[in-house]
């Protein structure tokens, strides 16, 4: 199937009847690879955080052959070590009522019911299975006294399910999927390749069979060649050039497979995390993110009046303005995080953020330590008050924390069928670089549990399935196609060195990063989305005039690696911004401020709306082509997300 | 791009070398207004900048997650990894704890098992080869048991959390006289002994582990405790401890 031949309808491949049985039914009806001939077969795995670790360990233990690459200089560095809170999975062990249908219908209700049902439920089933492998690899999730593993609660459940290891869960998950990836190098099955960098997909015959690399420390172009490849690359939050991700997190690779014909779905659906340490000035690299626990004793507020320059002590209750407690009374500060950074926001453009920058909002625990003492509020917070303390240099036992909301996670990505397939044959997505499970907002604990569950029980169920059932006659890296993508990256990188300019790639990532966090960011308009597509187009222009890019292809060149990354996302910012225009209604993290109940909340349009927007790349100068993915939701009722 | 806000200036002597097999040496630069508030990289993000401007070449060096969390990033600031602090890694020491005016030394983590790459980068490649070895429990996909089966006392699993809590960083191999290893490879073995899903494979794990460590040129531990100071996880001595224990054991074939 190609996007071309699709006529504008998207077929996921869900298998019908009843939710509970479908991916049992699934499983048994797709091909099998027998043990002897998986090892005809190689699949290269790109990333190797908790969806791409996973998939290459679990692949190189049913016998495939694995090339598995990532940008790190260890696959045990991938982004997913950064995730703190925690895992979700539906084993009920505190006997609280979870289920696999609480945990299915909460992400769904969570997303906004913007995401598939047969995806989701799939999710919450397998989550049980990926502790139990956890625990089996040895992750020192936390226990009780009694020896057994306890949980926590996390935002958007009723329920205590989420398994953590302090605020390292994703470290701790990570090592384990990189014990087991390390396990299958050894046996021989995996090849891992360090510093290399997707730069490019190689199709031939339609179907995906290869990709080219830069060897980031010799500047080499290498080409990989396989039966099918995998991308776990992660997410484009990066796009708003400060977010909670990592310097070397980007976008480079699911974008240019989109340049091949390979939907990318809802592009606007990006979530921005209430609780971060706030921007201290333009020098800043990245934003630290907070856990969101500090909003169950923390009191939000700015200065009633904008321009208050007091410091905190110096302003009295009175001229408080607690507006989380003010504006939403039944949840007060624990509302859910798109309607926690959506009143930041506001509250800031009214002139009454505080700091340096006026970008701020204060979280204050002087009322928690009066009520609680020190001794209580260290022993729930302790280690996240150092951590706000080494970085800011400001204890918050004494004055209150400043925070502001921050890019942190994007539900958008390529689209995925439901074996995890995109519209290119061949190449399937797997992590947060795809947009399946999560609708218009993830909820907190759930990135983790889809990365190791598309990694470790997905994936090596349906890549047999398609490698089984699709006549792939031998390549290898000599054919034809393999040249010519390396040419066509060879010239990129050219193109990309001839910048002798006036700005730094950084200055245009900083400018992109304004016009899509002031335009396309917490709060959307028409308006400012045209003005956004515009401006993103200008800097765009001026960027391929006037960047300069110093050094040269053939070394370790980190400018030349951040001007290509930065010259996909222009072009995934201007996607992100006419994705936006396109859905004319509010729904989870996007907010058109055209589609608002009188109370300033969101107003959802299922009944034209219900549908995954997946983008078809038509040319560099063309208008992207719009399908719809219709949404069915044959169990759960469409209701509408309240918190007053 | 407005003016930057920062008003502090420091002379930096960084360590340039072009590739593994060039000579380095100590080059001067001056960065000017710099934010108290910004980390030692993003000071050296400043300078790259200026570099760039300025038609040079931009100072290499790692880094990822900018949290210290991913143990990317790690250079010798005035001779200790990962700087004047301790725990804490290179991306979150901030510029206010250097007075302005000052130098600063900025070298590469030195060792022979981690050969530099370019300027402040450096090849750690070593520690993967040895996790490869054994630092993992062998459990395929699929076939773990109920998790709640072997129940583990808190104070064990804590334990061994200190132990997991390891990033990889390498400061400890740079900061000791001998560029070894043992605390790194001790952590991982400590987690793995302690639990009992990890005790199965003691005996090859530790031989195997060590046997590799040997390998790629680490130097043998001598008790300095450099490794522990410098750590940014506070992975505790106890760790070599365990390493001994377990390495005398596997010699001497107990099971």
């Keep these: 199937m190609t996007a071309a031949a699709m006529n504008g309808k998207l077929d996921p491949h869900s298998p019908g009847g009843p939710l509970e049985t479908r991916w049992d039914r699934h499983k048994g009806d797709l091909k099998l690879v027998s043990p002897a001939n998986k090892r005809k077969f190689t699949v290269i795995v790109v990333g190797t955080g908790l969806a791409g670790g996973s998939a290459a360990a679990a692949l190189g233990e049913l016998g495939y052959n694995v090339i598995n690459l990532c940008i790190q200089d260890s696959p045990r560095r991938a982004h997913s070590v950064a995730a703190q809170g925690g895992i979700n999975a539906a084993k009920n062990y505190p006997n609280d009522g979870d289920s696999v249908y609480r945990l299915f219908y909460d992400t769904i209700k969570g997303g906004d019911f913007r995401a598939r049902e047969s995806n989701v439920y799939r999710l919450a089933q397998l989550s049980v299975n990926i502790i139990d492998q956890c625990v089996a690899q040895g992750v020192p999730f936390a226990r009780e006294y009694g020896g057994l593993l306890t949980n926590r609660s996390f935002g958007g459940a009723q329920v205590s399910r989420t398994f953590y290891a302090r605020g390292q869960t994703g470290q701790q998950l990570l090592l384990g999927a990189y014990g087991s990836l390390m396990r299958q190098v050894e046996a021989g099955r995996v090849q891992l390749f360090a510093r290399r960098e997707m730069l490019d997909l190689v199709v031939i015959d339609g179907r995906a069979r290869g990709i080219i690399c830069r060897n980031l420390v010799s500047g080499a172009l290498e080409r990989y060649a396989g039966d099918a490849v995998l991308l776990c690359t992660g997410g484009y939050a990066t796009v708003y050039f400060l977010s909670t991700n990592a310097v070397n997190s980007n976008a480079t690779a699911i974008w240019r497979c989109y340049k091949h014909g390979a939907l990318f779905a809802n592009p606007c659906f990006t979530q921005i995390h209430p609780t971060c340490i706030p921007l201290v000035g333009e020098q800043q690299s990245k934003l630290t993110l907070m856990s969101e626990s500090l909003r169950n004793d923390g009191r939000v507020w700015v200065p009633k009046n904008p321009g208050d320059n007091r410091s905190a002590d110096q302003i009295p209750d009175s001229e408080r303005d607690y507006f989380l407690e003010r504006m939403y009374p039944a949840f007060g500060n624990l509302v859910p995080r798109d309607i926690a950074s959506r009143a930041a926001k506001r509250v800031t453009d009214e002139g009454r953020g505080v700091g340096s920058t006026k970008l701020a909002v204060y979280l204050d625990f002087a009322d928690a330590v009066k009520r609680l003492g020190v001794d209580t509020v260290r022993e729930r917070y302790g280690n996240l008050f150092q951590m706000y303390d080494e970085i800011t240099g400001e204890d918050p036992y004494k004055v209150p924390m400043r925070i502001f909301p921050a890019p942190h996670y994007t539900m958008g990505g390529l689209w995925v069928d439901y074996n995890l397939m995109s519209t290119i044959p061949g190449l399937h997505i797997l992590g947060e670089a795809n947009f399946s499970d999560h609708g218009a907002n993830r909820l907190g604990a759930s990135a983790l549990m889809q990365g ?40 990129g990188v050219k193109r990309l060195l001839a910048g002798r300019g006036k700005k730094t790639v950084r200055d245009f990532h900083w400018e992109l990063g304004r016009i899509l966090w002031d335009r396309a960011g917490m709060s959307r308009n028409a308006t400012g989305l045209r003005e956004a597509i515009e401006k993103i187009r200008a800097l765009r222009h001026e960027f391929w005039e006037n960047v300069c890019v110093p050094g040269s292809g053939e070394e370790f060149n980190k400018s030349l690696e951040m001007a290509g ?30 589609h608002q109940t009188p109370e300033g909340e969101l107003q959802r349009d299922d009944a034209h709306y219900a549908f995954v927007g997946a983008w078809e790349y038509t040319g560099d100068n063309a208008e992207p082509t719009l399908h719809r993915e219709p949404l069915q939701f044959e169990t759960v009722h469409l209701a509408t997300r309240s918190y007053k | 791009m407005s003016a930057h806000i920062g008003n502090r200036s420091y002379t930096l002597k960084i360590w340039r070398q072009a590739g593994p097999d060039k000579p380095g040496r100590f080059v001067d630069y001056r960065v000017e207004n710099v934010d108290p508030a910004v980390s030692f990289l993003e000071m050296l993000d400043q300078l790259n900048e200026d570099l760039t401007l300025k038609r040079e070449d931009p100072v290499a060096f790692d880094s990822d997650c900018r949290e210290g969390i991913c143990g990317t990033c790690g250079v010798c600031i005035d001779g200790r990894p990962h700087g004047p602090l301790p725990h804490i890694t290179t991306c979150t020491l901030r510029m206010r704890e250097f007075s302005s005016g000052g130098v600063i030394t900025v070298e590469p983590f030195r060792a022979n098992a981690f050969p530099i790459v370019k300027d402040l980068v450096v090849d750690r490649s070593a520690f993967d080869r040895v996790i490869r070895r054994g630092g993992y429990i062998s459990v395929n996909v699929g076939s773990a048991p109920e998790a709640n089966m072997t129940p583990i006392g808190k104070d064990v699993s804590e334990d061994a959390m200190d132990s997991a809590a390891c990033i990889g960083c390498g400061a400890c191999v740079a900061a000791c006289p001998n560029a070894a290893a043992a605390l790194f490879v001790g952590a991982k073995v400590r987690q793995l002994t302690l639990l009992p899903q990890g005790r199965v494979e003691r005996v090859h794990r530790v031989s195997n582990m060590v046997g590799q460590m040997d390998h790629e040129g680490f130097g043998n531990c001598s008790n300095h405790g450099e490794c522990e100071a410098a750590c940014p996880k506070a992975i505790s001595l106890e760790n070599i401890a365990t390493l001994r224990r377990e390495y005398a054991r596997a010699a001497l074939g107990l099971r």
């Design chain 1, 452 to 491: 190791l569950c598309d990694g470790y029980f997905v994936i090596p169920y349906t890549i047999g399935h398609y490698l089984a059932g699709t006549p792939l006659g031998t390549v290898n890296t000599d054919h034809a196609a393999f040249a010519a993508a390396e040419t066509k990256v060879r010239e």
């Design chain 1, 565 to 594: 990354r930065v010259a996909d996302l222009f072009e995934l910012g201007e996607l992100l911004c006419r994705d936006a225009l396109q859905r004319e209604e509010s729904c989870g993290c996007h907010f058109r401020e055209e």
